[in-house]
């Protein structure tokens, strides 16, 4: 007896530009929480979180600008559509970032609550934008490229990337905040790990 194999439904365009937003704001308020405690994120928004405390340069510049060279890696292996949903989702959070600064104010921020809440709100922001088949530039592009490829968690791996990026951040941020901003990594990267498995979700975009 044959079993048939159910076709996945594919996103509409409508669902794709949702996800794509929704996404997006999760992830920029995160960053916001993460700036705000003084805590460093994992992955192109560590990086550009690190040159921000180092340089003083607007966090939303140095996001948009790490990113570029990335689509080209995009392009050649993902494809151009998920290239363009990748670079509105990072032009997204870029803005949504510098908007969210200014709507949202913190009496009180406790640094732990700000690692475990910041870190799931990008988990989650991270987890709808896969499910879309878009990235934010950077170590995204090259997670979903061998997660496709080798099947590679992008979890995983971009748990491993994110905990070289915070250790360069030894000499930038107190160690208290480093502590945490570890813990933030790994929430957010179990987040992906356990929830967007190969196989378990097919998003068809």
Not at 5 to 27: K, M, N, Q, W
Not at 87 to 100: K, Q
Not at 142 to 164: E, T
């Amino acid at each position: 007896m044959s079993v048939e194999i159910a076709t996945p439904e594919r996103h509409s365009a409508y669902e794709d530009a949702i996800a794509i937003v929704v996404g997006t704001l999760f992830i920029a308020l995160g960053v916001v929480i993460y700036t705000k405690a003084v805590l460093l994120a994992g992955s192109t928004a560590g990086l550009a979180l690190l040159l921000q405390y180092a340089s003083g340069i607007s966090f939303w510049w140095l996001f948009f600008a790490i990113n570029l060279p990335f689509y080209i890696l995009a392009v050649k292996k993902l494809g151009w559509a998920f290239t363009l949903r990748t670079f509105v989702a990072a032009t997204l959070v870029s803005v949504f970032t510098r908007l969210t600064s200014e709507l949202v104010s913190f009496a009180h921020l406790d640094p732990l609550y700000a690692a475990v809440m910041g870190g799931a709100l990008s988990g989650a922001g991270l987890l709808i934008l896969f499910r879309h088949r878009t990235g934010l530039g950077g170590i995204n592009v090259l997670a979903i490229y061998l997660q496709d490829r080798f099947g590679i968690r992008a979890g995983y791996f971009q748990l491993a990337v994110d905990l070289a990026i915070l250790a360069a951040a030894f000499f930038v941020i107190p160690l208290d905040r480093l502590a945490l901003s570890v813990l933030g990594a790994v929430i957010v990267n179990m987040t992906l790990a356990i929830n967007h498995r190969p196989g378990r979700y097919l998003g068809v975009t």
